[in-house]
């Protein structure tokens, strides 16, 4: 079965904390991983994304994301959180014949200033 | 580049009652698709189009649901009758094609109350 699975339904941070939010997946086959954001009343953007090469993948806004293949997981981290870091956190994966992304269940983040 | 538009962002709605939803995706993406949002979980396909023809409907509940997207570039979702278990938020997004690499871009969406 094809699954996407974050364990932390809620993360409540301090400005300058680190952050990492875990993301498991089951898939049979090539997988491409993905970390979505949500920013209060915003639309769902693209954080960073795996494909293929080097597992430790870096994206905007100072986050970034480590594939470990043997522990099927795509954490996504960050050293130092901000108020502006706010926001529901997608985890997704997609076949390497495209099509539909698969979605894990989100985490939202509250940071306080 | 202008994003992906959708209308309305809103609709209240008895049960039984029906409701269209229209998608007008980033200009020259062929791809577009619509995913359905229920609190508290991530985005679901309902159905993805390659131009206008359906790629993927396995999981649109097809005795309620329907989307077309005739001239390959906006969208229409519907639900005839709505049932409760239907408020969701609805999004679309598009794709320049159906490349695993080819990056998804999604609308505000629509969300929907069915009473």
């Known amino acids: 079965a094809q699954s996407v699975s974050q364990h932390n339904h809620h993360v409540i941070l301090s400005e300058a904390a680190s952050l990492e939010l875990g993301c498991n997946y089951s898939?049979?086959?090539?997988?491409?991983l993905f970390w979505y954001v949500q920013y209060p009343g915003q639309h769902l953007q693209l954080l960073l994304k795996?494909?293929?090469?080097?597992?430790l993948v870096k994206g905007i806004k100072g986050f970034e994301a480590e594939f470990i293949k043997s522990k099927f997981s795509f954490n996504l981290r960050k050293p130092s959180v901000q108020w502006s870091d706010t926001a529901e956190y997608f985890c997704?994966?997609?076949?390497?014949?495209?099509?539909?992304?698969?979605f894990g269940q989100g985490t939202e983040l509250s940071v306080k200033p | 580049e202008a994003g992906v538009a959708q209308s309305p962002r809103y609709k209240i709605i008895e049960k039984r009652q029906s409701v269209a939803f229209w998608c007008n995706p980033i200009?020259?993406?062929?791809?577009l698709y619509w995913y359905q949002q229920i609190l508290g979980q991530g985005p679901k396909l309902l159905i993805q189009?390659?131009?206008?023809?359906?790629?993927?409907d396995s999981q649109l509940p097809k005795d309620r649901f329907s989307a077309e997207r005739l001239k390959g570039v906006d969208s229409t979702l519907k639900i005839q009758p709505a049932k409760l278990e239907d408020s969701a938020v609805y999004l679309c997004?598009?794709?320049?094609?159906?490349?695993?690499?080819?990056?998804?871009?999604f609308g505000p969406g629509t969300r929907l109350t069915v009473t």
């Open positions: 997004a598009s794709s320049l094609a159906d490349r695993a690499r080819d990056e998804q871009y």
């Open positions: 898939y049979g086959g090539t997988v491409n």
């Open positions: 795996y494909f293929s090469g080097d597992p």
């Open positions: 997704a994966l997609r076949g390497n014949q495209g099509g539909k992304l698969i």
């Open positions: 200009s020259g993406h062929a791809t």
């Open positions: 189009f390659q131009n206008n023809g359906v790629v993927d």
